[in-house]
């Protein structure tokens, strides 16, 4: 049910995500979204969809960490709690992949993250020349993408990652990772997929 609702609101989303970047442009071009707007913008959708659909759902803000400007948020769908994670992803360095951790971390150590919880991660990235960069779609999705000639017609390299997203939570913090995607809600002036721009998603329960 709460993958179901995440995967609804993240494909409704993209009209949103498109309408918000054409008011924020450049900034958004030059340096992605920032996760107080993109957190904002996506639980308008959720909440949108889900009380569609007849459920309650209470959003507060839990933790602002100011100089490494990540948010976490806990959603209360129903009787279900979700961990909304919102990091900065800039680059794809292992500074900005800490961050994830180092929060998760804290979730647990803090005795906040509960058996049955779940932890949702969003956040965007623009391509660049750097490894950590071209290793960023198979460490988040796990896989290099199925058709990848498009991507090289952008001048996108997507190399093999030694390390898997979804491997790292669940060795260090016993997370069942239910799904890890990456979309590309942003289109070029020809009206195709700008591939460069990532936004990337990952559902955990605990």
């Known amino acids: 049910m709460i993958e179901s609702l995440f995967i609804h609101s993240l494909d409704a989303f993209s009209d949103d995500y498109k309408a918000l970047c054409k008011h924020h442009y450049p900034a958004?071009?030059?340096r992605g979204m920032p996760p107080a707007h993109l957190s904002s913008a996506f639980h308008r959708r959720l909440t949108s969809l889900a009380t569609k659909e007849g459920k309650q759902v209470n959003c507060s803000l839990f933790l602002h960490d100011i100089d490494h400007h990540l948010y976490i948020y806990t959603l209360l769908i129903d009787t279900k709690k979700v961990w909304c994670v919102y990091p900065l992803f800039l680059n794809a360095k292992t500074e900005a992949k800490t961050q994830i951790l180092l929060a998760i971390n804290k979730l647990l150590n803090d005795s906040h993250l509960k058996k049955e919880d779940y932890v949702a991660i969003l956040c965007d990235h623009w391509f660049d020349r750097?490894?950590?960069s071209k290793t960023l779609y198979h460490w988040w999705?796990?896989?290099l993408p199925l058709a990848n000639e498009p991507y090289a017609e952008q001048g996108i390299q997507?190399?093999?990652s030694e390390e898997n997203f979804a491997n790292i939570l669940g060795e260090k913090f016993k997370?069942?990772?239910l799904n890890h995607s990456i979309y590309h809600p942003l289109e070029s002036n020809q009206q195709?997929?700008?591939?460069k721009y990532f936004l990337c998603f990952a559902l955990f329960q605990y």
């Open 192 to 195: 195709h997929a700008l591939l």
């Open 141 to 143: 999705s796990g896989h």
């Open 158 to 160: 997507n190399l093999s």
């Open 130 to 132: 750097t490894r950590s």
């Open 175 to 177: 997370l069942a990772c």
């Open 28 to 30: 958004i071009h030059n």
